[in-house]
């Protein structure tokens, strides 16, 4: 089968799905995401979205929308700080796309209190109207395609059973016809042995259509390449490390690297605006988390300072164990809004003063 479907069955199979009945975050569990290292991520897309709603002309009703929202942290962290804001929060209705059965009662738990939140299967499923959507670690968990170039052109990646009745990589035995008219520039004159990664643009295409009827704006977030280009990303990751993708399919989590210009690309064809992408570290340095991060270490005992202290290095920075630079933001938009905060040069939005969550952490 091509890699993308089994990439498909390892992390949706309704049965052994990886996602389907685990959850795999936080420090016990497979991986941790921004919003599980600090609280200051999800505030400051809950400004990130206030500022939104203000450049869409501050409408009395806006779907904020998240997909793959996890533990619900990070809407929980996002609307603490949209209620700084009331006409915002009275504006808003909550719509959690989550496939996960276990991860939508935490999810539930963690927005115990707030009204109008809605669960979904799809982003179909949300009803119309002017969107905000965010989205952290979603697309790379979206299957991709692999294709690899042989003398022949290029072939589609498969796992199959090899001789030992083990999973294995190989090829399609036939090239897939004309492939070449669909590369990318950089990808075009890539030598024999290169793989070429490509995702199927339909979650995409959906966030773009959305925003460009009913106005809005999304933001992407995730690990991944500004230009699209030669390279084999596709991996799986157990216990914090990395593994081999093919050893225990619905076991661990398989993702591959999101292509930040292929999303653009796909965005702008529906006629959505799109800006950025920009690094991670300097999307949440133009929005002000050093200065949130002052803020929270005044109120905050020596631990509660650390903690603050290591979050702000650990979502900022770059290097292996930073996320500032590996990790890429992308905004999509009604044509009609020109600036997005932290996707172009302006000033970041004014802190304001936000309770502090308990567990920072
Ligand atoms: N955004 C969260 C979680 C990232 S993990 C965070 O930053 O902590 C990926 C999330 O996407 C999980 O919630 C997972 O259950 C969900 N998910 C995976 N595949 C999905 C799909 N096809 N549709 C909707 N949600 C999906």
Redesign the pocket.
């Known amino acids: 089968m091509p890699v993308s479907r089994y990439m498909e069955l390892c992390?949706?199979h309704p049965e052994h799905g990886y996602?389907i009945a685990r959850d795999?975050?936080g420090r016990e569990g497979d991986f941790i995401?921004?919003?599980?290292v600090s609280q200051m991520f999800g505030e400051l897309l809950g400004l990130w979205a206030a500022s939104v709603w203000k450049a869409m002309g501050t409408p009395d009703a806006v779907r904020l929308i998240e997909?793959?929202?996890?533990?619900g942290?990070?809407m929980m962290d996002a609307l603490r700080a949209i209620r700084v804001l009331p006409p915002f929060y009275l504006a808003c209705h909550v719509h959690l796309?989550?496939?996960?059965t276990r991860?939508r009662d935490k999810q539930r738990a963690t927005l115990v209190g707030v009204k109008n939140v809605h669960w979904h299967?799809?982003i179909d499923e949300v009803p119309e109207g002017p969107s905000i959507i965010l989205a952290?670690?979603?697309f790379d968990?979206?299957p991709v395609h692999q294709m690899v170039r042989k003398e022949t052109g290029w072939h589609e990646r498969v796992v199959e059973i090899n001789a030992a009745g083990r999973l294995a990589f190989g090829t399609a035995a036939e090239p897939t016809p004309r492939f070449e008219v669909l590369l990318p520039p950089l990808v075009r004159a890539a030598p024999v042995g290169a793989v070429f990664e490509w995702r199927p643009p339909l979650e995409i295409m959906k966030i773009a259509r959305r925003t460009r009827e009913f106005g809005g704006a999304a933001l992407i977030v995730d690990y991944g390449h500004t230009r699209s280009d030669a390279g084999d990303t596709f991996q799986a990751i157990a216990r914090h490390t990395f593994a081999d993708p093919l050893k225990s399919p619905g076991l661990c989590d398989v993702t591959a690297h999101v292509d930040f210009q292929a999303l653009a690309q796909a965005a702008e064809d529906i006629g959505a605006r799109v800006h950025g992408p920009v690094e991670q570290g300097a999307f949440l340095r133009r929005l002000g988390i050093e200065t949130r991060a002052v803020t929270l270490m005044s109120k905050a005992n020596a631990q509660v300072s650390e903690e603050v202290a290591s979050g702000l290095k650990r979502l900022t920075e770059g290097g292996r164990s930073g996320m500032g630079s590996l990790f890429k933001v992308l905004g999509v938009s009604h044509p009609s809004i020109t600036e997005l905060a932290g996707l172009t040069d302006n000033p970041a939005p004014t802190e304001p003063s936000i309770a502090a969550r308990t567990n920072v952490g």
């Open positions: 992390l949706t996602y795999p975050l995401t921004a919003p599980e997909l793959g929202p996890g533990r942290t990070l796309v989550e496939i996960n991860l299967d799809s952290n670690e979603f968990v979206l």
